[in-house]
């Protein structure tokens, strides 16, 4: 059999497995999602911003009127480029846009990993990308651009994620994509970021991790910097983003190896289920819980899994393999 045959075989079987679980997640999704009244999650916000924007509004105000309103509990905290990439879900219904978001995010993670070895998808059990998916956030579609640098336009919609993974992975598709989707954002929603820079002013759940204790440690990753991997995980340390699970999806492109990777998982459980103790949930508070709530889980999250994520980083030597299973296919482009 050819190389070029085999290459092939190998492609169908990537792309067959990510689309089965993709429209398996999608599946659950729209089951869990049935009336009469599911849970808010985080896609709710974007949802009501890429319905606003599909109706004409400004994003921003359609989030805010739904606080007024009781729905929603806090202010849009993303930037214009989110809800724009979304518009084309704002049209749909919630429940089915919300199905074909998760699915095709964990469908597209999927085959990212995939490529680099099936034995990866495991990951997809991890306990960041189960939170991520199934609270609706970004991080399943951002992780998969270090792979497929045609979707690195994603990075506009969640800055803060994006520039650690072009760090990690510089793309010339995700700068190009990028700076459209700003150029068009600018366009649709003029004078957004002024919108965008008040209300995110004074959130300070979105703190860089070398502000919390110990989290200067990461920045130990910059020893290995010529290691995509290790300048994503510095650059996590310096940008200040929330540190929920769900922003830690991004790390599960640091295991290399089966063990590293069951590692990642098991700690990442075991991080899980000390957070979700009853005794470590504070009573709700929609502005002041994240704080606290982080603040609180912050050693939990460096102990069981950054700090075992640097530990991967710093045990391989300084070049990267031309065979490493965390650059992009092409390398940059």
Same mark, same amino acid.
């Given at each position: 059999?050819?190389?070029?045959?085999?290459?092939?075989?190998?492609?169908?079987?990537?792309?067959?497995?990510?689309?089965?679980?993709?429209?398996?997640?999608?599946?659950?999704?729209?089951?869990?999602?049935?009336?009469?009244?599911?849970?808010?999650?985080?896609?709710?916000?974007?949802?009501?911003?890429?319905?606003?924007?599909?109706?004409?509004?400004?994003?921003?105000?359609?989030?805010?009127?739904?606080?007024?309103?009781?729905?929603?509990?806090?202010?849009?905290?993303?930037?214009?480029?989110?809800?724009?990439?979304?518009?084309?879900?704002?049209?749909?219904?919630?429940?089915?846009?919300?199905?074909?978001?998760?699915?095709?995010?964990?469908?597209?993670?999927?085959?990212?990993?995939?490529?680099?070895?099936?034995?990866? %998808?495991?990951?997809?059990?991890?306990?960041?990308?189960?939170?991520?998916?199934?609270?609706?956030?970004?991080?399943?579609?951002?992780?998969?651009?270090?792979?497929?640098?045609?979707?690195?336009?994603?990075?506009?919609?969640?800055?803060?994620?994006? %520039?650690?993974?072009?760090?990690?992975?510089?793309?010339?598709?995700?700068?190009?994509?990028?700076?459209?989707?700003?150029?068009?954002?600018?366009?649709?929603?003029?004078?957004?970021?002024?919108?965008?820079?008040?209300?995110?002013?004074?959130?300070?759940?979105?703190?860089?991790?070398?502000?919390?204790?110990?989290?200067?440690?990461?920045?130990?990753?910059?020893?290995?910097?010529?290691?995509?991997?290790?300048?994503? %995980?510095?650059?996590?340390?310096?940008?200040?983003?929330?540190?929920?699970?769900?922003?830690?999806?991004?790390?599960?492109?640091?295991?290399?190896?089966?063990?590293?990777?069951?590692?990642?998982?098991?700690?990442?459980?075991?991080?899980?289920?000390?957070?979700?103790?009853?005794?470590?949930?504070?009573?709700?508070?929609?502005?002041?819980?994240?704080?606290?709530?982080?603040?609180?889980?912050?050693?939990?999250?460096?102990?069981?899994?950054?700090?075992?994520?640097?530990?991967?980083?710093?045990?391989?030597?300084?070049?990267?393999?031309?065979?490493?299973?965390?650059?992009?296919?092409?390398?940059?482009?």
């Amino acid at each position: 059999m050819s190389d070029d045959s085999t290459a092939r075989d190998a492609f169908g079987q990537q792309l067959i497995t990510a689309v089965a679980i993709g429209l398996v997640v999608a599946f659950l999704v729209w089951v869990g999602e049935a009336p009469p009244s599911p849970p808010r999650t985080d896609w709710d916000y974007f949802w009501v911003a890429a319905r606003a924007l599909v109706h004409g509004q400004d994003p921003y105000g359609g989030v805010a009127a739904e606080v007024a309103a009781g729905r929603l509990d806090v202010p849009l905290y993303y930037p214009a480029t989110a809800p724009l990439i979304l518009a084309p879900l704002g049209a749909l219904s919630r429940r089915l846009a919300f199905a074909l978001w998760a699915g095709g995010g964990i469908g597209l993670l999927a085959f990212a990993l995939a490529k680099q070895g099936m034995w990866r %998808l495991w990951g997809l059990l991890s306990a960041p990308v189960l939170v991520a998916t199934f609270q609706g956030q970004w991080s399943t579609w951002l992780t998969a651009g270090a792979v497929l640098p045609w979707l690195g336009f994603v990075w506009a919609a969640k800055p803060s994620i994006g %520039l650690a993974l072009f760090a990690g992975w510089p793309s010339r598709s995700a700068a190009i994509g990028g700076a459209l989707v700003v150029l068009l954002s600018l366009i649709v929603v003029p004078g957004w970021v002024g919108e965008w820079l008040e209300v995110i002013r004074g959130t300070p759940h979105y703190l860089a991790p070398i502000l919390r204790p110990g989290g200067f440690l990461l920045l130990l990753a910059f020893l290995r910097w010529r290691r995509p991997e290790a300048r994503m %995980l510095g650059a996590l340390a310096l940008i200040p983003h929330t540190t929920n699970p769900y922003d830690m999806v991004p790390l599960l492109l640091i295991p290399q190896s089966r063990l590293e990777l069951a590692a990642f998982m098991g700690l990442g459980y075991i991080a899980q289920a000390l957070i979700k103790a009853p005794a470590r949930v504070p009573p709700y508070d929609p502005l002041d819980l994240p704080v606290r709530w982080l603040a609180m889980n912050w050693m939990t999250f460096l102990l069981l899994v950054y700090l075992p994520c640097l530990l991967m980083v710093l045990r391989r030597p300084q070049g990267k393999p031309a065979s490493s299973p965390t650059e992009s296919p092409g390398g940059t482009q």
